[in-house]
């Protein structure tokens, strides 16, 4: 089973790694970009459990390791 | 118009921020877990463009800036 984890900043959080690669898509002569954010995506594959059984646990490890959530928020597929 | 572009490294690549993760959540009592691998998710808010425009542009600016090819894969969503 795999389950795929993203993980965001925050709406109003500052995401300074996104800001840099907005600007610098920028320089390379791209244009017409609103906005650009940066998250990270976490794919984990999972032993033998089943479907509801696998989003309990990713919840948990989310909730735990994966995001910060002060200032970040995650969402999970099961796949 | 949003492109969700997700980086990450080619099979076979080592990745030691997955190999981290994967670890600390075993430390933690998270078990039944084969691999974890950690890739990119970048969101790109694009003014108005067509959907076939707006892949044509992500596409490059992945080649261009956003993926190492030489080491990373990536896939496009145009939402």
Do not use: H, S, W
């Given at each position: 089973m795999k389950a795929i984890v993203n993980v965001y900043l925050k709406q109003g959080v500052l995401d300074p790694q996104g800001k840099a690669t907005h600007h610098a898509l920028n320089s390379l002569?791209?244009?017409?970009?609103k906005d650009i954010r940066i998250g990270k995506q976490i794919i984990i594959e999972l032993d033998g459990l089943s479907k509801e059984d696998a989003m309990k646990k990713v919840t948990q490890m989310s909730e735990t390791l994966?995001?910060?959530t002060v200032i970040e928020d995650y969402t999970i597929e099961i796949a």
């Open positions: 002569g791209f244009d017409g970009i994966l995001a910060n």
